[in-house]
């Protein structure tokens, strides 16, 4: 096991509500990204991290925002959820950034 | 922003045989990875790319970084039925983030 674990592994949510998801490391590594999977896409970025309070914006940033108040700890969330952010969200650590990435189970998020 | 593009999209596999994809960039990039992705699981590494030219082999898969930077390809041999699944290339220019392909999705030849 990685030292990696997202929360809730699959959550329906109605449009309008907020979300957040939750990223917890045991591995102290300094970076944390967000990513979400569709189909025909692969993998998109959508928010990381290089550091306590230290984020950055990824290629589909809108929408969503995201915390890092403790180095273990990384949330994102939907402030006002659409049915277009139905999607799988995977979370990845790196201890250098950008090379072998370690990925979460991953949280299947439906918008309903 | 940067696009990877992987070919094939989805393959059929029958036991035994050798498999190939590959992954194009429209930019360079400095490291290369490939990863698989398990069914309702998230992606796992299986081999890195650090040099122009270099080939990587991970026990029956092989990659190759290509000579122009915009290119890497993977290669299983003998495959058996664990290989299916999605298989992403990533690549890295600068900074501290990847770049994910759209996937090359593995199944069993009915």
């Known amino acids: 096991d990685a030292g990696i674990t997202q929360s809730p592994r699959h959550k329906v949510t109605e449009t309008g509500t907020p979300v957040t998801l939750r990223c917890h490391q045991t591995?102290?590594?300094?970076?944390m990204y967000w990513y979400r999977q569709d189909p025909g896409h692969g993998l998109r970025l959508i928010h990381y991290?290089?550091?306590?309070?230290?984020?950055d914006k990824g290629e589909v940033s809108d929408g969503y925002s995201v915390s890092r108040s403790k180095t273990e700890d990384f949330l994102l969330t939907l402030e006002s959820a659409t049915s277009s952010q139905t999607s799988v969200y995977f979370c990845?650590?790196?201890?250098?950034?950008?090379?072998?990435?370690?990925f979460g189970s991953g949280t299947r998020l439906t918008v309903v | 922003g940067q696009q990877l593009n992987q070919s094939p999209q989805s393959m059929f596999i029958q036991e035994g045989e050798d498999v190939s994809m590959n992954c194009t960039s429209s930019?360079?990039?400095?490291?290369w990875l490939w990863y698989k992705q398990d069914p309702g699981e998230g992606p796992v590494l299986l081999i890195a790319?650090?040099?122009?030219?270099e080939l990587t082999s991970n026990g029956r898969l092989t990659a190759q970084f290509g000579i122009t930077r915009k290119d890497s390809f993977l290669n299983i041999s003998a495959s058996i039925p664990s290989d299916v699944g999605i298989y992403f290339c990533?690549?890295?220019?600068?900074?501290?983030?990847?770049?994910f392909g759209t996937g090359t999705r593995l199944a069993v030849r009915p």
């Open positions: 990845a650590i790196s201890l250098t950034g950008g090379n072998g990435y370690t």
């Open positions: 591995e102290n590594h300094r970076y």
């Open positions: 991290s290089y550091g306590v309070k230290d984020t």
């Open positions: 930019s360079i990039f400095n490291t």
């Open positions: 790319l650090y040099k122009a030219g």
């Open positions: 990533a690549g890295k220019s600068s900074g501290d983030k990847l770049t």
